[in-house]
Structure formats: C-alpha cells, structure tokens
C-alpha cells in the first residue's frame, strides 16, 4: 500500500513539459525551469514514470519514482560542454538487472546490519542476509526495488515528493513505516534530498541515496584522480565482513585522513579493497554542514556534499567488474563513487553509536544536498 495523492496528470504535463530554451534578449538565453514526465514502464503493476528536473541554468536531473533512482545529473564542464556526472541507465530494463543500487534510495536500513540479526525492546529480529552473513540496504527487497507514489510538489522549483509504505514486518523490519523524499534541484545546481518518516512501533531506519559519481562525465575515466575532502577527523574500522569494529579510530596519519583534500588514488592501495567506510563526520549537531569536497580538475567540476546526519560512507565501486553497461560502456572497477549520507552501520547492534532506533510519535529527519559548482 503506497500513501499521498497522485496530483500530476497528463494535462499538467503537457503544460508543464515545456522546459526548453528559451531567449530573453538578444545573446542572451536562459531555460525555463519545471518538471516533465513520461512513462516508463510498469513493476509489480503500478506505473513507472521518469521525471525531468530541469533549473533556470539547464542542469537536469532525471528521477524515476521505481526505488526513487535518480538515472541522470547532467551539468556543464568548464567549457560549458554538458555530460552526466552520475551512473545510469536511460530505461527501467536496466535497472531490472538489479545493479549495484545505481542512483537508488536506500531503505529502510542503509548499509549493513551484521550477521542480518538486530535485538530491539527486547526481541530479535532477522532480516534477509543478502550480503554474506550481513543484512546490507534494506534487504532482498528494499525500497530501492519499490515502486514510489510521485507527485510534483512546485515545478518554478522543481520538487518531487516520493512516498512510500513499508508495512510492518517488510523485510523483517517492525513497524508500519511511511516514507517521504523531496527531491529538489535548486538553480543554484544543487540537488536537496529530505527525507523524513514516521512509524506505529519503533523501528531502525536509516536512509541515503546511492548515486556514484564521475566528475568527468565518463565511465571510461576512474576516480582515482579526482580529489576528496571530508570533513572526518575519525572513522569506523570495519571486520573482513565490512561490519563496524566498533572502535572510533582518528584519521590522522591513516590512508582515511582527507581533511586535507588529496587524489583519491594517492592512499587507496594501502587499503585492504578499497575505500568502503563510513566517515565520523565533525558535524555532530545534526545542522545542515558542507562535510565533503569532490573535485575533478581536468573537467573543472566541484561536487560539495552537505548533510545533517552524522556518517558519510565513502565507497571507491571496488565491486564494479564490467558487468553493466551505461551508454555502451561497461562500468569497470573504481570508476564511480559513491558519499552516502547516513547514520553508522550496524549502529541497531552498536549502542555506542548515535541511534538509528525511529520511536513512535516522533519524525524521522535528513536532509542532504549534492552541489555541482564549476
Ligand atoms: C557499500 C558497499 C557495497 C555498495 C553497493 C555501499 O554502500 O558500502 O560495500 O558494495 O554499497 O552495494
């Protein structure tokens, strides 16, 4: 059962679907900024439609509401040559290959959970280990998988509402869980994402979205050049399984020192697998903070990351092997990144670890915004 009003009719969209070029004067041309949407296709027998999120400056952001998937982000170089600076597939059959969660949300628990296994109010609770002996991103069918109630919220803005209801017992998870996510994308280049949820029984809930970046607009390139800062004087050590030790180790004089930024490639060899880490960031009073810098410099774009929440995981796609193809090219190993924004992992099995426990009667909140500058 999905909840929220699908207020966006055909009608509207052709209205609102002309977010061409538009000249204001003579040599000088701005977009018009809104929303657009086409059908993609159907899952589980509800409808699958790809929005277009375009701003006053022409950026365009793709989402789909089948597991909130932003599929593209498309901005300007320094030469003004546009390209799109996030995997994706330009259909759903892509995503129906079950790829590495390519743009998707992620729900109700992002990251892992050890041995699928949580104690909660006294009772345990198993989940799907989908990931060795772990429980990893909301399970065999997360809300990446789920098709999301969208409606157009503001189209001079343009924001997406995505709701959703995991229902008690989804995925082994208690409680009856509403779900809802604006996605903005503001003319300033920044996409916002809030998330917010409420439930009827307490519940872990940790959300993100899991776009991979490339800063130069092409998959054949890895990232290993690109340039990181995080704002993270510590980091969670992580078993052979990737689950928190449960130590808070210091950064300084470790290959996870970025509070300086440097080329991701510089240290990441030191680093058994690659960089897949959750980062203690410094913001630690839950205000909207700038806790990350991604920079390419060959294509001159900038990707500043701000959240809320308190962790940053920092994957280097050391599990990218060539397997799917984006736009004919297979997307091989370190050649996108993922900052998801999050609570810690296996913080339902950790109480030293800020809680991901949602009572009832309180709201879940977070916010994160992607920022392209050039
Ligand atoms: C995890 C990785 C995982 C990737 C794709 C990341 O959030 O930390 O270990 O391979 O998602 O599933």
Known sequence: MKFGTFIFSTAMAAIMSGCGQQTKSEGETTMKAGISKESWGNVDNDSVYLYTLTNAKGTVVKITNYGGIVTSFVTEDKAGNKSNIVLGFDSLAGYLEK???????????????????????????????NNGKNALHGG???????????????????????????????????????????????NDDELKIEYSATTDKATPVNLTNHSYFNLTGDVNNTILGHTLMIAADHYTPVDTTLIPTGEIKAVKGTPFDFTAAKPIGKDIDSVPGGYDHNFVLNNKDGSLQKVAVLADSVSGRTLEVYTT????????????????????TPVKYRTALCLETQHFPDSPNKPEFPSTILQPGTTYQSTTIYKVVK
Do not use: C
């Open 309 to 328: 929440e308190p962790g940053l995981q920092f994957y280097t796609g050391n599990f990218l092997d060539g397997k799917f193809t984006v736009n004919g």
């Open 140 to 186: 065999l069918k997360g809300f990446d998988k789920v098709v999301w109630t969208p409606t157009v919220m503001n189209d001079t803005i343009p924001t997406l509402m995505l709701s959703y209801m995991s229902k008690d017992g989804e995925e082994g998870y208690p409680g009856n869980l509403k779900v809802m996510v604006h996605y903005t994308l503001t």
């Open 99 to 129: 790829p590495p969660y390519f743009g998707a949300l992620i729900g109700r628990y992002g990251n892992r959970i050890g041995d699928a296994t949580f104690t909660l109010d006294g009772k345990e609770y198993k989940l799907a280990a």
